[in-house]
């Protein structure tokens, strides 16, 4: 069983940055590939970003190119989101999430993945 825990929200003006954090235990983690999803109020759960199991693939939604990104620690077990230049429609509840890998294409819909976080609240004050 995989156990995901976020880190890193909080409230930051617009413009801003932050760097959330995923720490992930349970298992080893040189299969596992992860992702960040963001759920604002009243709308559904969506994709941000991916990356694979050894951090040499990545993948992004349009809204998060060129201002977020992905990457993994040394210890495969951890995974980051630097957002920069944010801005008030980035504002929602990220969560960190998890699947055993397949060698496919990084997936970006929700229940495709196995393992979920409890998120981590971003607001950005305009």
């Known amino acids: 069983q995989v156990q995901l825990v976020e880190s890193g929200g909080g409230l930051v003006q617009t413009g801003g940055s932050l760097r959330l954090a995923c720490a992930a235990s349970?298992?080893?983690?040189?299969?596992?590939?992860m992702g960040w999803f963001r759920q604002a109020a009243v709308k559904e759960r969506e994709f941000v970003a991916a990356i694979d199991w050894n951090g040499g693939r990545t993948s992004y939604a349009d809204s998060a190119k060129g201002r977020f990104t992905i990457s993994r620690g040394n210890a495969k077990n951890t995974v980051y989101l630097q957002m920069n230049n944010l801005k008030p429609e980035d504002t929602a509840l990220y969560y960190c999430?998890?699947?055993?890998?397949?060698?496919?294409?990084?997936?970006?819909?929700?229940?495709?993945?196995?393992?979920w976080g409890q998120g981590t609240q971003v607001t950005v004050s305009s």
């Open positions: 999430a998890a699947y055993i890998t397949d060698g496919m294409v990084l997936r970006s819909i929700p229940f495709e993945y196995e393992y």
């Open positions: 349970g298992r080893t983690f040189n299969d596992i590939n």
